[in-house]
């Protein structure tokens, strides 16, 4: 069973930045799309930034132009830059990948804690 693998969360003031890193165990055959979604504590988890398999970005309305969603295809890694960070971008950050017709991947989620 592939497992994704987070990194790169941690505690950062506001107005700084972090990347996260989301690596795959295995090789993924059939990749729809990859995304980094994000819950706050006693909240739903949420969309922040998906890639599709055509390299097609979209963002949630809250971290556009802060946030960059990218890939290393060769590493098998997916990244989330993140820039401009504000306390209410602290969560969970999971990564999450669809590949063919049933098979969904998450990470085991990396804290992000923005402090003012």
């Known amino acids: 069973q592939v497992q994704l693998v987070e990194s790169g969360g941690g505690l950062v003031q506001a107005g700084g930045s972090l990347k996260l890193s989301c690596t795959a165990s295995?090789?993924?055959?059939?990749?729809?799309?990859t995304a980094w979604y994000r819950q706050a504590l006693g909240k739903q988890r949420d969309v922040v930034a998906t890639?599709?398999?055509?390299?097609?970005?979209n963002y949630a309305d809250s971290v556009k132009g802060r946030f960059t969603i990218s890939r290393d295809n060769a590493k098998g890694t997916v990244y989330l830059q993140m820039n401009s960070l504000k306390p209410e971008d602290t969560a969970v950050y999971y990564c999450?990948?669809?590949?063919?017709?049933?098979?969904?991947?998450w990470g085991q989620g990396t804290q992000v804690t923005v402090s003012s």
């Open positions: 999450y990948v669809e590949a063919g017709a049933f098979r969904r991947y």
């Open positions: 295995g090789r993924i055959f059939g990749i729809n799309h």
């Open positions: 890639m599709t398999s055509g390299g097609t970005t």
